[in-house]
């Protein structure tokens, strides 16, 4: 079965590669959607760290409300879709998360743009993702810089 990656910023301008890959699918796949971000040195922010809860911080409502319109379009063409954090910064940890995952493909924007990280701590994957062995697909991603979330919303499920 297929694992497909899709870099996610948590803007819904960021799931334009979520409806892609699924308009893609032919069969069920499994996506994992993935953030990266440093881990902090401080051992008392450690010692209270919950992945779930950062994941909830950086998730907006209208971002909650795109996965679950998309999730409910798409449903044949899911079988599993989750939403993770790489906490590597290197090539070689990026590559054993890959290889961790069983990721087999990954769409990114195809103007090689970076996506907006919200966090200080936060990092763009695209370039660990370039130089990864797996299958690149590029996908071509909204450039209008001041979108409106339900007007990119609607964009997603007209298309």
Do not use: W
Request: hydrophobic fraction near 40%; charge should be negative; aromatic fraction near 8%.
């Amino acid at each position: 079965m297929r694992k497909i990656l899709i870099p996610t910023d948590f803007s819904v301008n960021s799931l334009t590669l979520l409806k892609r890959a699924l308009d893609d699918c032919e069969q069920k796949t499994n996506i994992v959607l993935v953030y990266g971000a440093s881990l902090s040195s401080s051992i008392t922010e450690l010692l209270f760290y919950s992945k779930d809860d950062h994941l909830e911080e950086l998730k907006s409502e209208a971002y909650n409300e795109a996965i679950n319109v998309l999730e409910n379009k798409y449903q044949e063409m899911i079988n599993s879709l989750t939403i993770d954090i790489f906490f590597g910064g290197t090539k070689n940890a990026f590559n054993n998360f890959i290889e961790g995952q069983k990721i087999t493909h990954a769409y990114l924007p195809s103007d090689g743009r970076t996506m907006k990280c919200k966090r200080k701590n936060a990092f763009n994957i695209i370039p660990f993702l370039k130089d990864s062995d797996i299958e690149i697909i590029n996908v071509e991603y909204p450039t209008a810089m001041n979108v409106v979330s339900n007007s990119t919303l609607a964009r997603l499920l007209a298309s």
